[in-house]
């Protein structure tokens, strides 16, 4: 692998992926962190691309048998660090039904008969995909040496499972392919993927807990708006047979999908109505929180250094620094104080 090669880390956090993703030209598609492995929070953000695992990464022997589907997309990682962006194109590059963007689908058409090891050469010397990487470079104006025999802090790596032609696959770019975990229907595949994940997550002590998933799926507000159009030809379709009853001109007997009498058909038509309700609501908090993922990688992005040492100096030339040192100070004395 590679030194570094110009690669910076990046967080992870759902926020910063989408924001990855749309500068790299994918449209509609965003990423959502997942807190459970239950069926109950796959089944809120479906339909589900693909999922991201973050964990601590510790060398190991490889006993599974790589997958001899020449279809899929995998990419062995030779750029250190690019990890997290290797990870988002094994699930955008492998799915299905999304648009990709001009250049994207240029680079997946550039680089589809090339093998794993040629892949990541590629995705390396993307200037799209290594400049929208670096897009979320932390600039820092200090310049720290290193230290020799100093302790090497943990390593953390970003893996993929993805639904594929009826299949479950674990992509790793430090693995030499991609590995079959069994078969799935699209309803199915992330009860199929959960089960490895947890067994990950178990070889690690029980004080481990730094283990982030994941899900990348369609634009949520899209999603949303799709479910309104639906309730809202449900709604006019309810509306008409209550109108035609309230009119005596409904002739039709019972039974069908749409229930017939006054009570049920006002029934329905208030559950449709809080459906879409809630529907429009919960499209105003995708918009607050995609304001707020934006403020957030805006402020990720800021250099806060030259601020806080011109406010630093500017209190001292007016001798405010010192008696604000010492406030701290005596702040902190009394709190241990009220410890003892």
Sequence with gaps: MSEN?????????????????????VKDIQVEELYTLD??????????????????WEKEEENRTVSDNENIFFANQVIQNACATQAILSVLLNSEGIELGEELSNFKSFVGDFPPMMKGEAIGNSELIKETHN?????????????????????????????????VYELDGLKPGPFCLGDCTPDNWLEVA???????????????????????????????????????????????????INSGENKEEGGGATPSSKEDLSF???IVNNDIEESNNEI????????????????????????????????AEKDNLQPLIQKAKDQISQKQQQHK
């Design 268 to 270: 329905m038509l208030n």
């Design 284 to 315: 105003l908090m995708e918009q607050e929180k995609f304001r707020n993922w934006k403020d957030e990688n805006i402020r990720r992005k800021h250099n806060f250094t030259p601020f806080i040492l011109n406010l630093i100096k500017s209190l």
């Design 39 to 56: 069926s109950s929070e796959y089944n809120r953000l479906k339909p589900v691309l693909g999922l991201i695992f973050l964990f601590k």
């Design 5 to 25: 090669e110009g690669w910076c880390t990046i967080e992870s956090d759902p926020g910063v992926f989408t924001e990855l993703i749309t500068k790299i030209g």
């Design 194 to 244: 959960t089960p490895f994940i947890q067994k990950r997550m178990e070889k690690y002590s029980q004080g481990e807990i730094r283990f982030n998933l994941m899900a990348v799926i369609k634009n949520r507000q899209s999603t949303l708006q799709e479910k309104i159009l639906t309730l809202e030809k449900k709604k006019n379709e309810l509306e008409i047979k209550l109108s035609e």
């Design 135 to 167: 897009s979320f470079t932390v600039q820092d104006p200090f310049i720290f040496s290193k230290k020799k025999n100093r302790k090497p802090s943990d390593a953390f790596h970003f893996i993929s499972f993805i639904p594929f032609q009826g299949k």
